[in-house]
């Protein structure tokens, strides 16, 4: 499973960098928003950092004309920019202009397996079911996304699945087991990935013991 990080915070951005588990970044409005810098910056500081891994920057334009044009202004931002396109009419028809246009598109706010199944046969490059925000109205996040897994299976769709909207760990865990093309995770769940009580105990432990024991090692 591919890690991206659900982020526009440049500092979170680099860490997972240098953990050495990036996958790939994607940003909303939102998450642009709370940078705290003008949109473009804050994009192109996240390009060139990250310059050689898919890399979402969301359209605001709701017509099909508008997202088609604001689509090319932020693919010529860099060469792994990806396009988001929310899942309405119009986006379900940029979406395939923009692959024609050889424009790699992330079709976001999916909530269900019948509109990732749309988001599929229109030719997005992913797909972004909404897990969190699925379970947020008492619905099942993960019984979508299996439903989407299964779909794409039995089609045998190039749609990538990125697992979004997640908000702790367990749903990372399971997003891993149903097999997901990727998740794309917030900065502090992927830290929480690290964290095992029974880790830092034992790391403890050993160091006590190799002092006790005059262990040095250079
Ligand atoms: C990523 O593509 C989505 O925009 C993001 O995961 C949404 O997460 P939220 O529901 O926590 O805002």
């Known amino acids: 499973m ?12 680099r860490k997972v960098k240098e953990w050495g588990i ?3 970044v994607t940003t909303n409005p939102t998450l642009l928003s709370q940078t705290g810098k003008p949109w473009k910056e804050a994009a192109l500081e996240i390009l060139k950092e ?6 979402s920057l969301e359209v605001i334009a ?9 689509a090319k202004e932020l693919a010529k931002m860099g060469d792994n920019v990806v ?13 395939q202009a923009l692959k024609a246009e050889g424009i790699k598109t992330n079709v976001t706010l999916v909530f269900s397996s019948l509109q990732a199944l749309l988001a599929g046969k229109a030719g997005a490059t992913y797909v972004s079911p909404f897990i969190g925000r699925v379970d947020d109205i008492a619905y099942n996040g ?3 996304l299996e439903e989407i897994i299964q779909i794409y299976n039995l089609y045998d769709f190039e749609t990538q699945i990125i ?15 149903l097999g997901v093309d990727i998740a794309t995770i917030p900065f502090k769940v992927i830290e ?23 262990i040095t090692i250079l």
Request: proline content about 5%; overall charge negative.
């Open 83 to 95: 396009v988001k396109i929310p899942f309405t009419y119009e986006g379900i028809k940029a979406v």
């Open 22 to 24: 990036l996958d790939g």
């Open 192 to 214: 929480q990935m690290f964290k095992h009580p029974l880790t830092d105990v034992g790391l403890k432990r050993f160091l006590e013991d190799a002092k006790k024991a005059n």
């Open 142 to 144: 993960m019984e979508v």
């Open 62 to 70: 709701t017509d099909f004309e508008g997202m088609v044009k604001e």
């Open 50 to 55: 990250v310059p050689d891994k898919p890399v």
């Open 163 to 177: 697992a979004a909207s997640i908000r702790h760990v367990d749903h990372v865990k399971n997003c891993a087991l």
């Open 2 to 13: 591919k890690i991206f990080v659900d982020t526009a915070k440049i500092e979170e951005i």
